[in-house]
């Protein structure tokens, strides 16, 4: 059984930053492509990013890109999320993903494997 845990998330003022962690288990888990996704009240999960197994290829969100970051520890494991010059509107309940495959996606509807989402508040 594979399991992805978030942590990181917390009340943070616009411009200050966070950096979200995603530590996966499993017997299987192996060569995942991964990636962070997020929901706010109201409105549909969006693809923030995500990054290849080997962390070669990363893919941003365009309303996230240049802010945040995905990368991951030379043992694949933990991912990481940094996320940098945080407005309000980043808001939401941020989850990781992991999909089956050598290739990305920024679909969820690819994504095999999610984790309980960790809260990230920006207040102004």
């Known amino acids: 059984q594979v399991q992805l845990v978030e942590s990181g998330g917390g009340l943070v003022q616009a411009g200050d930053s966070l950096r979200l962690s995603c530590v996966v288990s499993?017997?299987?888990?192996?060569?995942?492509?991964m990636g962070w996704f997020r929901q706010a009240p109201g409105k549909e999960r969006e693809f923030v990013a995500s990054?290849?197994?080997?962390?070669?290829?990363?893919d941003y969100a365009d309303s996230v890109k240049g802010r945040f970051t995905i990368s991951r520890d030379n043992a694949r494991n933990p991912v990481y999320l940094r996320m940098n010059s945080l407005i309000p509107e980043d808001t939401a309940v941020y989850h990781c993903?992991?999909?089956?495959?050598?290739?990305?996606?920024?679909?969820?509807?690819?994504?095999?494997?999610w984790g309980q989402g960790t809260q990230v508040t920006v207040s102004t």
């Open positions: 993903a992991a999909r089956g495959s050598a290739y990305g996606s920024k679909s969820s509807t690819w994504y095999d494997y």
């Open positions: 499993g017997t299987t888990f192996n060569r995942y492509y």
């Open positions: 990054i290849s197994w080997s962390g070669g290829s990363t």
